[in-house]
Structure formats: structure tokens, C-alpha cells
């Protein structure tokens, strides 16, 4: 839920930018938080993740634990701001240009504080306090849409944002250091050279292999942006535009998965591990099957809507995107994490795959458009599912015997083309036509001026009225076809009954 309630305050950052920056100043502000993100979740080097093990394992070494993450951060990241102000060209050669190798200073002291405050989003997780962590991730996510978004509207530069960006840092390591002084007295008198060492064995391996997993899912980007100009790369960051719930849901299903598959391995429990599986692929595909077929039918419409008409090119790269969507209803990690061999052959079959998708985006560096170089980073993924799945196949046993399992993710493909086929009908012979009662709506009634408001308000309308002719039509068909459990339409009736029998109650005396 803090998760939610931080998406909802982020998700209009970007909406802002695109209205008050021009796009040569986004593609300057996605390339340095490109750089910023990736150093961010880079050089920790799983340091930070190792807290969720030592806080819970090592009960006479917590302090010491988190003093020794603490100063790896530090340390870390002011080496690399030491680094970038020594030699700021290196951010302008990856993006041939001027502007980056001006800002790369700034830069480098964002992702010093970043990496160092940033440890506020896990610590409290990792120290079993839910409350306590809901408040951080809801303040954190407020004051950055607050502070970011202010510098956007009142100043109008990238230098701004990066300032704000500063703030943002310096107010999460205000909270950080009175909660750990507060939880873990006398933490920076914990220091143990030998401990550091064995903390330091325990989390670079797998920091090593959350650089692959990165380096996969964002090398495309350095590539466009060496190729592309800062304009160009602003509409190719968009066109990879992900909504942050997608995201969510892949995480809760792998993370309520992953202990159950240690279990079910260790009992030698093949056929419930595959039963599982099955299970949770559909509750994915529940979401991201209608999501996958609204976004296709909408996409121009989307884009422009959040991002103003100067990125509608940007509706072509998210086409293909998009693809990915589908796909991920494919849930490998639980199974590959429980078999302790697979984890190896994992590792090396991402390895692989990375290497062949930098020598295509190499070769084909003067050759591919913005279409081309996104096509080549969803193959390289695509690719690395096919294969890992093969892999998890032939590991469980996974036979024709099980396709019945896969009945309801049909049935789920089939009602999703059915509320797409109706929704692309209303889509295609009424969106214009919205669009101009929208645009109309805004400037007359409520005396919207703005291109880029203009957009949006009309834009919504559309997208308003699709998703009122998808979503009944899904809802039934998949009420109708059995997809939506008795268990699961019992708890909606159970929760809408609450919600609209709810009554303040009545005093005593009153009564």
C-alpha cells in the first residue's frame, strides 16, 4: 500500500517535466537520472539488500551490520563523485555531448547522497518494521514529487532539478541516522575489520549478478544516447515508459512464491511446485493480459496523453515494448532460486544473452532507429525467458500431461481479445471525435489554455471512455467463462457490502 500510495505521488512527476521542460532539457534530465538510477543500484554492490540477512541472522552483530553498509555507501559514492569531478568528460563521451560533461559534477554529488540516504527504503523492512517503513516510503515519495516537481515549475532547468535532487538526499539521511541511532544505539562504535571483510564476502556476489540483470535491462539506453541526440533519447526514454504497478505485481507473486518453492523442493514436491506456478501465471495474467491489450489499442493516445504531442514518436517504441507485457506472466526466478545449480546456469545464460545483445547493438549501432534498438533489447529478454523456461521444464519434468493447468490463462487470452476486439471498434470510430469534445470541454468550460493540459484533458476522456467499454465487457466474460474463482467473487461481495453498509456510528444517548 506505501508502495501504491508512493506511485501515485511519483507518477505525476514525469507529466510535469514533459510541460515545463523542453525536450533537448528532458533528454539532458532523463541521461543524467539514467547515470544517477543505474550508480544508485550499481555500486552498492548489494550491500544495502545484505541487511534483510544480517538483521535477521546475526542478532549480536545488527549495529555492526549496518555500520559496515553505512560506510561501504559513503565510501562508495564519494569515490564517485571524487571521480566525475575529476573528470566530468566521461558522462559527455557516453552522450557526446557538452551539456552532460557541464553537469556530470552535479551528478556525481546526487548519486553520493542518493546511494548513501536511499538505505532508508530497506532498513526498516529489513528491521521487520512495516509501519515505521510505510511512513518513510510515503514521506520519501512525497517530498521527491514536491522538491523535484517545484524546480521543474519554478525554474525550469535540469540544474534545478539536480539541486532538488540534492535536497531530497539530504532529507532522507535526516530521517535515516535518528532511526538507526534509534534502533541500533551506538551502531558507529560497531566497527570490526574482520566482520566488514565477511559482510563484504557475503553481499559482492550477488551485487555482481544484479549487474548483469541491470546491464541487460538498460545498456539500450547508453547506446541510443550515443547514438541519438539528447532530444531523441527523450523520446526513446518514454517510449520505455513501464507503469510502476506492473512492476508491483510481478514482485508480490515472486516474493510470496519464492519461500514456498524452498519448501516444496526440499520435499522433493515437483507436481505442486508446477500446480503453484500454474496458479500464480494466471493471477498475472488476470492483470496483464487486459493491461498488455488496452495499452496496444491506446498507445498513441497514452503517450500523448501523459507526454504531450511532441512524444507521440514515442508510441512506436512503446508498441514494441509492450511485448514484454505478456510475457511476464512467465515466473521462472521462485523455481531457479530453490535449485542451487540452476542458479549457475542462470547466471550464465544472462552473461550470454548480454554479450549478444551488445555485439547487435554494436553492429548495428549505425544501422538502427529508435524502433530497432528497442526491438533488439525486448529480443535479447524474450530470449532469456525462452531459454530459462526451457530450462525450468526440463528440471521440474513439465510434460503435455500439464497443459491442462494452462486452461484458465487461455480462457484469460480469449476474454481479452474479446474485450479488445469490442474496445478497438468504439476506439477506432469515436477517438477523434472525443478528442475534440475533450479539448473543447477544457478550453470553454474550464478555461484551459496550455497545449500540454490540453492534452491530457482530452486525452483522458478518451482513454476514460475505452477502458468503460473494456473493463464490463472482461469483468463479464470472465465471471461468465469461470476465470474470476466463487472464492474470489465472495470476497468482492464480502468488501463492496462493507463499503456500502458502512454507517457512522450512533451515540448511546442519541439512541
Known amino acids: ?30 541521461e543524467s537520472f539514467q547515470i544517477i538510477t543505474n550508480a544508485v543500484m550499481i555500486l552498492p554492490l548489494g550491500f544495502s539488500m545484505s541487511a534483510y540477512y544480517f538483521l535477521a541472522r546475526e542478532k549480536e552483530r545488527r549495529a555492526a551490520a549496518i555500520l559496515n553498509i553505512l560506510v561501504f555507501n559513503f565510501i562508495v559514492g564519494g569515490l564517485t563523485c571524487l571521480l566525475l569531478n575529476i573528470y566530468p568528460e566521461i558522462i559527455g563521451s557516453i552522450f557526446r555531448n557538452e551539456e552532460q560533461t557541464r553537469l556530470a559534477p552535479m551528478i556525481g554529488l546526487v548519486i553520493w547522497i542518493w546511494i548513501f540516504s536511499t538505505f532508508l527504503d530497506m532498513v526498516p523492512v529489513a528491521n521487520q518494521e512495516a509501519k515505521v517503513a510505510t511512513v518513510f516510503i510515503i514521506t520519501a515519495s512525497l517530498s521527491k514529487t514536491l522538491f523535484l516537481g517545484g524546480a521543474v515549475v519554478l525554474f525550469g532547468t535540469v540544474d534545478a532539478f539536480l539541486y532538488a535532487a540534492v535536497i531530497q538526499g539530504l532529507i532522507q539521511t535526516a530521517l535515516l541516522l535518528p532511526y538507526l541511532g534509534s534502533r541500533f544505539p551506538g551502531f558507529w562504535r560497531k566497527f570490526d575489520w574482520r566482520f566488514f571483510f ?31 541526440s539528447s532530444a531523441d533519447f527523450a523520446i526513446y526514454a518514454y517510449g520505455c515508459f513501464q507503469l510502476p504497478l506492473i512492476a508491483m505485481l510481478y514482485e508480490s507473486a515472486t516474493s510470496v512464491l519464492i519461500p514456498r518453492m524452498n519448501a516444496l523442493q526440499l520435499a522433493g514436491e515437483h507436481e505442486e511446485m508446477i500446480r503453484l506456478t500454474t496458479r500464480a501465471m494466471q493471477k498475472l495474467a488476470f492483470f496483464y493480459f487486459p493491461m498488455y491489450a488496452f495499452l496496444l489499442i491506446t498507445s498513441h493516445t497514452f503517450i500523448v496523453t501523459l507526454f504531450t504531442e511532441e512524444y507521440a514518436a514515442s508510441s512506436s517504441v512503446f ?18 532460486r530453490s535449485f542451487k545449480e540452476l542458479g549457475r546456469v542462470f547466471l550464465v545464460t544472462r552473461a550470454i544473452v548480454l554479450a549478444g545483445l ?126 474470476i474463482e466463487d472464492d474470489e467473487k465472495q470476497a468482492i461481495r464480502h468488501f463492496l457490502r462493507r463499503v456500502f453498509e458502512w454507517r457512522p456510528s450512533t451515540p448511546a444517548a442519541e439512541v
Open 358 to 483: 551488445i555485439a547487435v547493438l554494436y553492429f548495428g549501432l549505425g544501422a538502427f532507429g529508435l524502433t530497432g534498438m528497442i526491438t533488439a533489447a525486448v529480443g535479447a529478454v524474450l530470449v532469456e525467458k525462452a531459454v530459462t523456461e526451457y530450462i525450468v521444464i526440463r528440471k521440474l519434468g513439465v510434460g503435455f500431461r500439464h497443459l491442462t493447468l494452462l486452461t484458465d490463462i487461455a480462457k484469460t487470452a480469449f476474454i481479452t481479445a474479446l474485450a479488445g476486439g469490442v474496445t478497438w471498434l468504439v476506439y477506432s470510430n469515436a477517438h477523434v471525435h472525443l478528442l475534440r469534445i475533450g479539448r473543447h470541454f477544457a478550453e470553454e468550460t474550464i478555461g484551459i489554455e496550455r497545449p500540454g493540459l490540453l492534452d491530457f484533458a482530452s486525452g483522458s476522456l478518451v482513454l476514460a471512455i475505452s477502458a468503460a467499454v473494456f473493463v464490463p465487457v472482461y469483468l463479464i466474460a470472465a465471471s461468465f467463462l469461470g476465470v
Open 1 to 30: 500500500m506505501a508502495k501504491i500510495i508512493g506511485f501515485a505521488f511519483s507518477f505525476f512527476l514525469p507529466l510535469i517535466i514533459v510541460r515545463y521542460l523542453t525536450q533537448e532539457s528532458v533528454g539532458h534530465y532523463r
Open 198 to 228: 565477511e559482510h563484504t564476502a557475503y553481499a559482492v556476489p550477488f551485487g555482481l549478478t544484479a549487474i548483469l540483470w541491470i546491464a541487460q535491462s538498460d545498456i539500450h539506453n547508453y547506446f541510443v544516447g550515443y547514438q541519438f
Open 319 to 336: 508498441v514494441i515494448n509492450l511485448t514484454l507485457l505478456p510475457f511476464s506472466i512467465v515466473l521462472t526466478d521462485p523455481i531457479i
